[in-house]
């Protein structure tokens, strides 16, 4: 029978299954399989497991409770196996390698950091004022100027400086914050967000990087929307 897997452990992990519900509108008991030092959290399941919100939340919450108890190598939603063979064969193939990671990830956490511009304005007329050009175009435009190349050249250098202040800010932040961290990644921004930051920090250092989030949170005002998660299941940790 095809098996969900949720994550890897070491097999003295304490994995405290009993009534917690998996994926699946009738979810299976959790239950493991083991090869040498390493066991699998897995769960039966009979049909296609797709990322609903109630699927998505009971695959987090496994993560989360099995992590509350010791280090786990979280897997990412929606990985299954063909059955425990295929499982235990993964284990024992890759059994170094899985190893090595609960030993680099032991009492670490993930936590997301996130940028966004909350309010434009003020840096529209930063940049107004910081740039010449910008501010010239401005007030001829406000002064009834119609040369239609007026707005798509200021446009341009608007779009250009907000995109220099914004990487500039998240070099500074991600700067700030990395000290506190084991190892970084810096993922590629979405949306409207201009930093999307991922930190792997031991729970020796939790306390030192909330009192650094919010100092920094103070330093850059309330124009900038910044977004501290975590702790979290260390899956962009995990290869």
């Known amino acids: 029978m095809p098996l969900y897997v949720y994550s890897i452990a070491a097999k003295d992990h304490p994995l405290q299954l009993d009534g917690v519900s998996g994926v699946g509108s009738e979810p299976s008991p959790l239950r493991t399989v083991t090869a040498g030092?390493?066991?699998?959290?897995?769960?039966?399941?009979?049909e296609e497991i797709r990322p609903k919100r109630r699927d998505l939340n009971a695959h987090q919450q496994v993560q989360e409770l099995l992590m509350a108890d010791g280090v786990i190598l979280p897997l990412q939603f929606g990985y299954i196996a063909t059955d425990d063979d295929a499982v235990r064969q993964a284990l024992e193939s890759n059994a170094e390698s899985y190893l090595g990671a609960l030993g680099r990830l032991?009492?670490?956490?993930?936590?997301?950091?996130?940028?966004?511009?909350?309010?434009?304005?003020?840096?529209?007329?930063?940049?107004?004022?910081?740039?010449?050009?910008?501010g010239d175009l401005n007030d001829r435009i406000r002064g009834g100027d119609r040369d239609p190349?007026?707005?798509?050249?200021?446009?341009?250098?608007?779009?250009?400086?907000v995109q220099v202040r914004q990487e500039a800010l998240a070099a500074g932040l991600t700067e700030a914050l990395v000290p506190f961290s084991r190892e970084y990644l810096?993922?590629?921004?979405?949306?409207?967000?201009?930093?999307?930051?991922?930190?792997?920090?031991?729970?020796?250092?939790?306390?030192?990087?909330r009192t650094a989030e919010a100092n920094l949170a103070r330093e850059i005002g309330s124009d900038v929307d910044l977004r501290f998660s975590g702790p979290l299941p260390p899956y962009s940790f995990v290869q």
């Open 37 to 46: 030092t390493l066991c699998a959290v897995v769960g039966d399941i009979a």
């Open 149 to 161: 190349s007026l707005p798509l050249a200021l446009g341009e250098i608007v779009a250009r400086e």
């Open 106 to 134: 032991e009492g670490c956490a993930e936590y997301h950091v996130r940028a966004s511009q909350a309010d434009e304005a003020p840096l529209l007329q930063q940049i107004l004022q910081d740039v010449p050009e910008a």
């Open 186 to 209: 810096a993922h590629p921004p979405s949306g409207s967000d201009f930093l999307n930051l991922s930190l792997l920090v031991h729970e020796e250092n939790k306390e030192a990087l």
